[in-house]
């Protein structure tokens, strides 16, 4: 799960990379990019369909860091300024930190069922704080396209649009409430906030 967390903080629109003309080549090219702080040709190793969906993603990923600093807002004017649910707020992804981040990214498995299309079995080492790393295996779908391999990751941004989705409308529904009155305090808000995200009704205190 850490590497597709990853994956989903690098994808932006891309311009063509490198040619890989087997998934091996294709692995080869990502472990390069990432060495390199190559952030255009790791993510134009994915194919046009997952850059294009991300342009989607990037809009619902605007909307809710959108939403999130409404609910802040209305925390703030209701019920005064707080520590409880404050902080750093909405940190600025840094791209080029994230793909340091990956270690070494080693194919150990492909399934391969048609010419044109490919499980690859990828086990990934990524630095996770200080110098402690952590390694993991997961599949991800590859497609060959006049003769290049890439990365087919559009499943996986369409499920990251639906999450973002999901989470702004729970965050736009809570803000509602508080500003109607609907709860008691800023604790009761901001367990109304995680029972809306988890997808339970968020309630409200007494007014």
Sequence with gaps: MR??????SLLVLATPATAA???GELVQELVRAAHS???KAFLAAMTAGTRHAMTDAEAAGSKLK????NFLAALDERFGVGQLGGGVRFPITDRKAVLSRFVNIDLIGVEQKKPSEARLRLKT?????????????DTFPAIKKSGQWKLDLTDLTQGII?????????????TQE??????KDRISALIGLAKALRGYPAGGGDK
Excluded: C, N, W
Excluded at 66 to 69: L, P
């Design 66 to 69: 959108g939403a999130e600093k």
């Design 21 to 23: 003309s087997t998934p």
């Design 125 to 137: 080492v990524t630095k996770i704080s200080g110098d402690q790393v952590a390694t993991e295996e």
């Design 3 to 8: 590497t597709r967390v990853f994956l989903m």
């Design 178 to 183: 508080i500003r109607s009155g609907a709860f």
């Design 162 to 174: 639906q999450a973002a989705a999901q989470r702004t409308a729970a965050y736009e529904h809570v």
């Design 37 to 39: 702080g190559d952030e």
